[in-house]
């Protein structure tokens, strides 16, 4: 088998000219990068396999005291001769188009949280007295920089920025929602996973994309790790410890499946009583609850019916 190594610009053109070099049939193995997606879909028409390097498990790259471009795509062509190349999970085209606007959506969900903080940091640099439940309310907002003399008029502009950036973000991450509700390939496993009790069209559609094909995951312990709901394991002698959640995991998925956990209790009973056990059990400002509530519940329940998740 021969191995050929070369560098190439990240533009559709010069991976063109260079396949046609290449003696045939040929395999490509690349790292797991931002570039990943389109190249994998460029070569893989062209290519008898194209395979993506799982970006935490060539060990031997990350540790080597000289590190480069040269080197890591050595390493890589030689894990792939000798077929000990770890593979990472490539979802299908369309699924990363529509996984990639479900995470613009969070974007701006985030830069709108970072501007309504803003807003009530300004208040409080001021020493301004408002209500922290009705602050993002229109009309109070309105009313507040009417009628409180403690906003100077330097501040209003500011204040008034903050809230135009909150509305304008707020209507297109509507938008995105909606069509990814409405989306033919979506809607229907979407439908499925909102039948369980609290979960939402934000958790099922980060279900969906995130995870993609539910029958890459061979058990439900390795799609609870994939979550991030188990705590990564240290052990030595007779010792054994645990991290409360893992940090190798699905960050996207992992985010709304906690967040759900916290909503939880507030829609189902059953939930609320698996919470406040878990939460005696912990500290108070950290509960184990969320984790708990996560892995019974979601993990325990939802995933053996795989009919619900596919």
């Given at each position: 088998m021969a191995v050929l190594m070369q560098k190439v610009r990240y533009t559709r053109l010069?991976?063109?000219m260079w396949m046609k070099t290449l003696p045939r049939p040929w395999t490509a193995a690349t790292e797991a990068t931002i570039f990943t997606a389109w190249i994998y879909d460029h070569l893989k028409p062209h290519a008898a396999a194209v395979r993506?390097?799982?970006?935490?498990?060539?060990?031997?790259?990350?540790?080597?005291?000289?590190?480069?471009?040269c080197i890591d795509a050595k390493k890589i062509a030689d894990c792939?001769?000798?077929?000990?190349?770890?593979?990472?999970?490539?979802?299908?085209?369309?699924?990363?188009?529509?996984?990639?606007t479900l995470?613009?959506?969070?974007?701006?969900?985030r830069e709108a949280a970072q501007m309504k903080n803003k807003i009530a940091v300004l208040l409080m640099e001021a020493g301004v007295s408002y209500n922290k439940q009705?602050?993002?309310?229109?009309?109070?907002?309105?009313?507040?920089?009417?009628?409180?003399?403690?906003?100077?008029?330097?501040l209003k502009p500011l204040l008034r920025l903050c809230r135009e950036t909150v509305v304008r973000l707020g209507k297109p991450e509507s938008v995105l929602v909606?069509?990814?509700?409405?989306?033919?390939?979506?809607?229907?496993?979407?439908?499925?996973?909102?039948?369980?009790p609290a979960v939402g069209p934000i958790t099922a559609l980060t279900w969906a994309l995130e995870v993609g094909d539910v029958q890459r995951f061979s058990s439900i312990k390795k799609a609870?790790?994939?979550?991030?709901?188990?705590?990564?394991?240290?052990?030595?002698?007779?010792?054994?410890?645990?991290?409360?959640?893992?940090?190798?995991?699905?960050?996207?998925?992992?985010?709304?499946?906690?967040?759900?956990?916290k909503m939880a209790?507030?829609?189902?009973?059953?939930?609320?009583?698996?919470?406040?056990?878990?939460?005696?059990?912990?500290?108070?400002?950290?509960?184990?609850?969320?984790?708990?509530?996560?892995?019974?519940?979601?993990?325990?329940?939802?995933?053996?019916?795989?009919?619900?998740?596919?």
């Amino acid at each position: 088998m021969a191995v050929l190594m070369q560098k190439v610009r990240y533009t559709r053109l010069t991976p063109d000219m260079w396949m046609k070099t290449l003696p045939r049939p040929w395999t490509a193995a690349t790292e797991a990068t931002i570039f990943t997606a389109w190249i994998y879909d460029h070569l893989k028409p062209h290519a008898a396999a194209v395979r993506v390097a799982h970006p935490l498990m060539p060990r031997a790259i990350a540790v080597a005291k000289k590190k480069n471009d040269c080197i890591d795509a050595k390493k890589i062509a030689d894990c792939l001769r000798c077929d000990f190349l770890p593979e990472c999970y490539m979802a299908s085209t369309e699924i990363r188009e529509r996984r990639r606007t479900l995470r613009y959506r969070n974007l701006l969900v985030r830069e709108a949280a970072q501007m309504k903080n803003k807003i009530a940091v300004l208040l409080m640099e001021a020493g301004v007295s408002y209500n922290k439940q009705k602050l993002h309310k229109v009309g109070y907002f309105r009313e507040l920089l009417a009628t409180n003399q403690d906003i100077d008029e330097g501040l209003k502009p500011l204040l008034r920025l903050c809230r135009e950036t909150v509305v304008r973000l707020g209507k297109p991450e509507s938008v995105l929602v909606r069509s990814l509700q409405r989306d033919s390939l979506l809607v229907e496993r979407v439908e499925r996973l909102m039948t369980i009790p609290a979960v939402g069209p934000i958790t099922a559609l980060t279900w969906a994309l995130e995870v993609g094909d539910v029958q890459r995951f061979s058990s439900i312990k390795k799609a609870i790790s994939y979550c991030g709901l188990c705590g990564a394991e240290k052990s030595s002698a007779n010792i054994t410890m645990r991290t409360p959640l893992s940090k190798q995991r699905n960050k996207h998925l992992q985010t709304v499946l906690i967040e759900a956990a916290k909503m939880a209790p507030r829609n189902s009973p059953e939930l609320a009583m698996v919470y406040d056990q878990e939460k005696q059990k912990g500290n108070a400002a950290q509960p184990r609850g969320d984790r708990y509530i996560i892995a019974r519940y979601f993990g325990r329940r939802a995933l053996p019916d795989q009919s619900d998740l596919r």
